[in-house]
């Protein structure tokens, strides 16, 4: 079990990340891809990009970075640094920056129960072309691993943070940590992860603590080794309507609607009642709140919800008695365009 402990500091500076992390769902993907999975969304993903890889003849140069981040247990800290948030090209820089010292130090423990290719000696010494190797062998990982699913991830990141404003509005920061549940549970200044692979504690030390959802996280939220780093907690979203690549390739952009595009041209190609829910849906509502500012049944904005869903247009998120809904970036590219 991994205990945090909070002051009345750090309850004040908790936050939630602002939007998905590009690296933190590199690496926990990666651990997700040579994992056992149940799950049948998941094992298509998975299946898709090792195909992806033979395809590209990716599969050698990806073999320090699949060594580096076995499926279960310890990985490197360096390999999620906290330039992340700023996107894969400041994650990247960050990685390739990373002090020798700091290098060595993450791999010595790695190595304590993995088998690593004889280029992670080199890496351990901060050879550069080692580092610009396996940030490109990440960079090149990326485009086939999530690249066409990144749509998908934004929204199903999007409407989690959606919901935790929604906890944090009814009951402050530490509502926010006690909406956690059931993967964690928050009592008295002090935030539990119940299936936490070690045994350990994190004092926070004022810092306040960063909650970043994930899409590839695997049910178990996950923290960094090292406490001195800014402490961070890594925790699983829904994911919603699943993992399937955005049309276009995931490349996020809108088809084309009709000559002029507008809202007229939006509703000549969805149906104007959907078209309306769509903008509706905008800032993210429930069913209900659809029905009643279209003025129509329940069922009939359910119907309508559905069919926009399947679409890819917008994801819908069960909270309690409440299924909330919330635009995937293509269906707000079609709104705006």
């Known amino acids: 079990m991994l205990k945090i402990f909070f002051s009345s500091e750090d309850i004040a500076r908790t936050r939630v990340a602002s939007a998905a992390d590009p690296v933190w769902e590199l690496i926990l993907s990666l651990h997700l891809l040579q994992g056992r999975t149940h799950d049948p969304v998941m094992s298509g993903w998975r299946r898709d990009v090792y195909r992806g890889l033979r395809r590209e003849n990716q599969a050698g140069q990806q073999r320090l970075l699949f060594a580096l981040n076995p499926p279960r247990g310890y990985f490197p800290d360096f390999l999620t640094p906290s330039q992340g948030s700023r996107g894969l090209d400041a994650g990247l820089d960050a990685i390739r920056s990373t002090p020798a010292r700091l290098l060595h130090r993450d791999l010595s423990v790695l190595a304590t129960e993995n088998a690593l290719p004889s280029t992670a000696g080199a890496l351990a010494r901060g050879e550069p072309e080692v580092l610009r190797q396996l940030t490109d062998s990440m960079r090149q990982y990326q485009s086939v691993a999530l690249g066409p699913y990144w749509d998908r991830v934004e929204a199903a990141v999007e409407a989690d943070r959606i919901r935790r404003a929604r906890a944090l509005l009814d009951g402050g920061a530490e509502g926010l940590l006690a909406s956690l549940r059931p993967a964690v549970r928050y009592s008295a200044g002090v ?147």
């Open 191 to 337: 935030l539990e992860v119940l299936d936490y692979p070690y045994s350990r504690e994190l004092h926070l030390g004022d810092r306040g603590l960063t909650l970043i959802p994930s899409f590839f996280c695997s049910r178990t939220p996950v923290a960094l080794f090292d406490p001195d780093l800014p402490p961070v907690l890594v925790y699983p979203v829904d994911r919603l309507g699943g993992l399937t690549p955005a049309p276009g390739e995931g490349a996020g952009t809108a088809p084309a609607i009709g000559q002029g595009g507008g809202r007229e041209a939006l509703a000549a190609l969805l149906g104007r009642t959907r078209a309306n829910v769509l903008e509706v849906v905008d800032e993210g509502c429930s069913t209900g709140e659809v029905a009643r500012r279209l003025h129509i049944s329940a069922a009939a904005a359910s119907q309508h919800a559905t069919v926009l869903r399947n679409a890819g247009l917008l994801v819908s998120q069960r909270d309690r008695n409440t299924v909330r809904h919330t635009l995937t970036p293509l269906g707000r590219a079609m709104l705006h365009q």
